[in-house]
């Protein structure tokens, strides 16, 4: 089931844990490096809860401000900013021994080697409602050509699309990943009556298990919820997404890797599928979180995507509610206060 907490019964959680760690482990000091101003808020009201003092910065860490963690063995990073080796190294060496990522994914940390450098690094679990709602939104935006009416509106045009849009009960939706974001994106479907079909090396879920290639090629709305790892870059491969259904359509609110971004553009514009619904792409970084308005965007794939007609493209937001935002900061906070607590133990 999705993801359900009630802001009382949350409330709740956190006065409990925060009870049980301020008895078990003395006040502790950590350093919050990438920390926009929500997250500063929320970090400020809930870590004295939990014994802990934030030192905060909004600057992703470097090896300029690795001093800024001086005194610390836990530092909590953001997702938004690579975090280079060289820099892992600087945090390793400065005593840090524990990284706690405020996201699901890791792919911004090489895990392998901060832990051959003495770092452990964990990441946090969040309401995957956030990311769950924002992909039926952006499935039904897509079958239903929300960019070319917007836009059309936009200039006062409001005759209706030259194609009918398409209803999802009258279609078969492929999930590539069924973690909790998954299987909650699955609730949610169950809702408008379409056929479900699902992929993952590890089935947990309540649900019609197929082969990748077997749910590439009988989908109609492919949706990819899988962690990007070695295995899993462009999963959905030039060759894949050949054989994928005519007219298909692709959504991803995973990351940009696990798909070819160059074929998928190319069968895009040839019409071997219909459209396409992104809040991620390969080569975001730099570029989203940030006002581009004036500036000269380097990616030609992001910008051949914009230009077609069904694309929808938004800059890795799904994650980006209030619920989830507090739900990421409480658990950086509570993950590096049972660090501690099992260091205390150890000592």
């Known amino acids: 089931m999705a993801y359900s907490e009630s802001p009382r019964t949350a409330a709740r959680r956190t006065r409990s844990q925060a009870s049980w760690f301020s008895s078990v482990v003395p006040e502790i000091g950590i350093t919050v490096y990438g920390c926009g101003p929500d997250e500063a808020a929320l970090f400020r009201e809930l870590a004295p809860r939990f014994g802990v003092m934030p030192a905060i910065t909004a600057a992703a860490v470097s090896e300029a401000n690795i001093d800024l963690a001086s005194g610390s063995r836990c530092v909590s990073v953001g997702h938004k900013a690579r975090i280079t080796n060289p820099t892992v190294l600087a945090l390793a060496e400065a005593g840090i021994t524990y990284i706690s990522t405020r996201s699901i994914g890791y792919n911004h940390i090489e895990v392998k080697y901060a832990e051959s450098v003495g770092i452990s690094v964990e990441n946090v679990a969040y309401s995957p409602d956030s990311v769950a709602d924002y992909t039926l939104m952006l499935m039904l935006m897509a079958v239903r050509n929300a960019k070319a009416m917007i836009r059309r509106a936009d200039v006062h045009d409001y ?61 109609d709305i492919v949706t990819l919820h899988a962690p990007l790892t070695a295995d899993t870059h462009h999963l959905v491969s030039r060759e894949r997404i050949e054989r994928m259904k005519q007219g298909a359509f692709v959504i991803n609110t995973g990351r940009g890797a696990l798909l070819d971004t160059e074929a998928l553009a190319q069968a895009l514009e040839s019409g071997g599928l ?48 209030d619920h989830a935002l507090r739900d990421a900061v409480e658990n950086s906070i509570v993950n590096c206060r049972k660090y501690e607590s099992r260091k205390q133990q150890w000592i």
């Open 159 to 219: 005759r209706l699309n030259e194609m009918r849009a398409r209803e999802l009960r009258d279609l078969t939706v492929g999930v590539i990943g069924t973690g909790r974001i998954g299987a909650a994106v699955m609730d949610r479907l169950r809702g408008f009556g379409c056929r479900i079909l699902a992929h993952d090396n590890r089935p947990k879920a309540n649900a019609d298990y197929v082969p990748l290639d077997e749910l590439l090629q009988r989908s």
């Open 274 to 321: 219909a459209g396409a619904a992104l809040d991620v792409i390969e080569g975001e970084e730099g570029i989203f979180y940030s006002d581009c308005s004036d500036k000269r965007i380097e990616s030609r794939q992001l910008l051949r995507l914009q230009e077609l007609p069904n694309v929808i493209i938004s800059p890795h937001t799904a994650y980006y509610t």
